[in-house]
């Protein structure tokens, strides 16, 4: 039976995406709209055609999505776990009446399917039968690695999606700039991330600074975000940004299980801290005891100090 891939861009999380989708056996075809048309390792990419499509319309692409699943009936429909891809799919299975399992790390066909997925912001991995027609999948960024888009891109079907002004009320109107600058959050190498222990936003100059030293991006915690200091697309968590960056600087960052479920995917945790019992330091690779303002401007003078000398 085959497998309807949503595709919302290209990329490693796609290649993840798709790696997982194959091991539910049969053939792999991808939904894709917008700008996103290319996708190689799949037998066809079934195209949404529509205005609606230039921009983020979730309850569009739900309905586009249904459309298909209507026409083709698939086994299974896995997405990125992505808000985006979570959202969607979300939205799928309200429309169809259906189960979702959202965030696996694996998966297997069958009447029931079988799942592993992550809960409680990735703190337990839970075994879940699901009865469904069509299993409703989406896959935990960063938990298999993945395939490596080779050979030709698949060939293309255009369609147009019977939408409803109801599928056209929730839309992306207006892009701001994230406070990342060059490099995002989700891609960055390096991210050097900063919480509570800032003490205000103005605290986070020199957390930018050492970013910019690194060629990195800035992250930070949710008490920094619910306080309004920074933006919410700074903030790495269970609720914001899961990134996997091979560096990850935590500074004044207490390591809720909320906030390590974002970062855990990182290949090497460095933590500065003041507090020698604080939990991120069962996680980090790496730690410096002591206080932020005096280490981070240390870390960075010493960079500096490399570069030039
Ligand atoms: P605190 O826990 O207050 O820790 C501050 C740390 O800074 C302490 O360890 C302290 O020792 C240290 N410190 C203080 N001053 C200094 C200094 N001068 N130098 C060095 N160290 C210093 N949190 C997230 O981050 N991301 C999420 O996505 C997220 N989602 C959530 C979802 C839900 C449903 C819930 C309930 C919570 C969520 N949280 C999330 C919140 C999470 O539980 C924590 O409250 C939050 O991560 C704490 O942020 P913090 O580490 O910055 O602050």
């Not at 915690?221 to 309004?228: E, I």
């Not at 507090?275 to 500096?304: F, K, N, Q, T």
Request: net charge negative; proline share 6%.
């Amino acid at each position: 039976m085959a497998t309807l891939v949503y595709v919302e861009e290209p990329g490693d999380l796609t290649q993840q995406t798709l790696a997982l989708a194959r091991s539910l056996g049969g053939p792999l075809y991808a939904f894709t709209a917008g700008d996103t048309v290319a996708v190689s390792g799949v037998e066809m990419v079934h195209h949404a055609d529509a205005d609606a499509f230039r921009s983020y319309a979730p309850a569009a692409l739900a309905r586009a999505l249904v459309e298909l699943v209507e026409a083709h009936k698939p086994a299974a429909v896995v997405a990125a776990g992505t808000p985006r891809g979570n959202e969607v799919l979300a939205r799928v299975a309200a429309i169809k009446d259906l189960p979702f399992a959202a965030n696996c790390t694996a998966f297997e066909s069958g009447r029931p399917g079988s799942v592993t997925r992550t809960r409680w912001g990735g703190s337990l991995l839970e075994e879940a039968r699901v009865h469904a027609e069509t299993l409703l999948l989406t896959v935990q960024p960063h938990s298999v690695q993945g395939e490596p888009a080779s050979g030709e891109p698949a060939p293309v079907e255009h369609f147009s999606p019977s939408l409803r002004d109801e599928d056209l009320v929730v839309t992306v109107r207006e892009r701001v700039g994230s406070s990342a600058g060059g490099v995002t959050l989700a891609d960055a190498k390096v991210v050097v991330s900063c919480g509570r222990g800032a003490g205000s936003p103005e605290g986070f100059g020199i957390i930018e600074e050492l970013a910019g030293l690194l060629g990195g991006a800035v992250g930070c915690s949710r008490a920094v975000t619910m306080a309004g200091w920074r933006p919410h697309t700074d903030q790495v968590g269970q609720t914001g940004t899961k990134i996997a960056p091979d560096v990850y600087i935590a500074c004044g960052i207490s390591g809720a299980t909320q906030h390590m479920a974002g970062c855990k995917g990182a290949k090497t945790i460095l933590a500065i801290n003041t507090d020698p019992e604080a939990p991120i330091l069962a996680s980090a690779d790496y730690a410096v005891i002591g206080d932020l303002h005096e280490v981070v401007p240390a870390i960075s003078a010493e960079l500096r100090k490399e570069r030039t000398g």
